[in-house]
């Protein structure tokens, strides 16, 4: 069970939007639609904005949005804002009740 | 409002067993509606799934860990536990509980760090 492979950092100025990349294999991401992304603001507790490849919970903002294409899933971040600087983890079931994590993307807002 | 605070010894011996609780204010331990889990992040590193414990009292725990991962709830403080045994420095990590949500750990602690040192 090997970690998520997402980039290390990106950065991007207000307003404009990124989108992150989470690549798995046919053991997790391209099998199950299981894909969740946190974000995560150091010293504080991890905050849950996708789940299940594309929903958002009812109190996150519609600037972020969640796709998945093969063993690849995405998290796109539109309009940036200086508080969407944080480090963001996606999530994927893989399979008997396992779940394994990204390995991190620091996203800064210049 | 829902709350978790994990608590527990900062500090734990090689070889030994490291125990964390992690205290829900919010919810009942004990709801079928909800599972419970842990998470860590290594020093300078990404998360890492440690384990679930699920409301029918199935648990299960990253193959990584080999069989070293016990959960258990208490529903008399409701609160959830964490024991790793034979721990090393490896086992160094800020560690997480969450609240699991059908397959999605909608809401975590803020996290307590564990350092593994002699």
């Known amino acids: 069970q090997s970690a998520l492979t997402q980039p290390a950092s990106m950065s991007g100025s207000p307003g404009q939007s990124i989108t992150i990349s989470c690549t798995g294999t046919?053991?997790?991401?391209?099998?199950?639609?299981?894909v969740s992304w946190y974000q995560h603001h150091p010293g504080k507790a991890p905050k849950l904005i996708i789940y299940e490849v594309t929903r958002r919970p009812s109190a996150i903002s519609n600037r972020f949005s969640g796709s998945k294409s093969g063993n690849t899933a995405s998290l796109t971040i539109s309009g940036l804002q200086a508080e969407d600087e944080a480090d963001y983890y996606c999530?994927?079931?893989?399979?008997?009740?396992?779940?394994?994590f990204g390995t991190g993307t620091k996203v800064t807002v210049l | 409002q829902l709350h978790l605070q994990e608590s527990g010894p900062g500090l734990a011996k090689p070889s030994e067993t490291l125990s964390l609780t992690c205290t829900v204010s919010g919810a009942s331990i004990s709801s079928i509606t909800y599972s419970w889990g842990w998470i860590r992040q290594p020093p300078g590193k990404g998360l890492e799934w440690i384990g679930s414990l699920y409301f029918s009292g199935s648990t299960y725990s990253n193959p990584s860990l080999k069989g070293r991962v016990t959960i258990s709830l208490d529903t008399s403080k409701n609160h959830f536990s964490l024991k790793l045994t034979s721990v090393t420095a490896a086992d160094t990590a800020v560690y997480y509980c969450?609240?699991?949500?059908?397959?999605?750990?909608?809401?975590w602690g803020q996290g307590t760090l564990v350092t593994v040192s002699s």
């Open positions: 999530c994927s079931g893989a399979g008997s009740s396992t779940y394994v």
């Open positions: 046919s053991s997790d991401v391209g099998t199950y639609n299981l």
């Open positions: 969450a609240l699991i949500s059908g397959t999605t750990f909608d809401y």
